[in-house]
């Protein structure tokens, strides 16, 4: 696979990975009758936003990063990567600026520290060695 494509398929993974994000929030908005309005870099809901609307974007990503590492997809694909490295870049800077940003504004400490937990042990996950056999030996290689 050349160098471009594999660029390619990797940011349309990590767009896919915004794609997933925002979608949540809107299923979930659907779901509870609440309007949604986007004003140039974040949502507002009308009523007010319930926790599980602001959480439905992170859960949507945890998800979908379970599901990558449970088939193994990131070492098949680098859309699979990036996608995988987009949901933990956005859960984990979610979850760790001061003072909380757009959905976590208003999400207790106990939530700011899981999705950031979650979003480390996702990358130690993704990253950690993997045993292979191959050649009649036994290998440790890294994930990327």
Do not use: C
Request: charged letters at 15%; hydrophobic letters at 45%.
């Amino acid at each position: 696979m050349n160098t471009i494509l594999m660029v390619m398929l990797y940011l349309a993974g990590a767009a896919t990975s915004i794609g997933v994000h925002e979608g949540a929030h809107m299923a979930v908005a659907e779901i509870q009758g609440v309007r949604l309005e986007w004003d140039g870099g974040s949502w507002t809901a009308y009523p007010q936003a319930s926790d599980s609307l602001r959480m439905a974007g992170v859960i949507a990503q945890a998800l979908t990063s379970e599901i990558i590492l449970a088939g193994d997809f990131q070492d098949r694909s680098p859309y699979f990567l990036g996608l995988l490295h987009a949901n933990i870049l956005h859960a984990g800077s979610y979850a760790t600026l001061r003072g909380g940003t757009g959905d976590f504004q208003e999400i207790s400490d106990q939530w700011h520290r899981s999705v950031a937990l979650h979003a480390a042990l996702t990358a130690a996950r993704a990253g950690g060695r993997k045993l292979e056999v191959k050649d009649g030996g036994i290998f440790y290689t890294w994930r990327w």
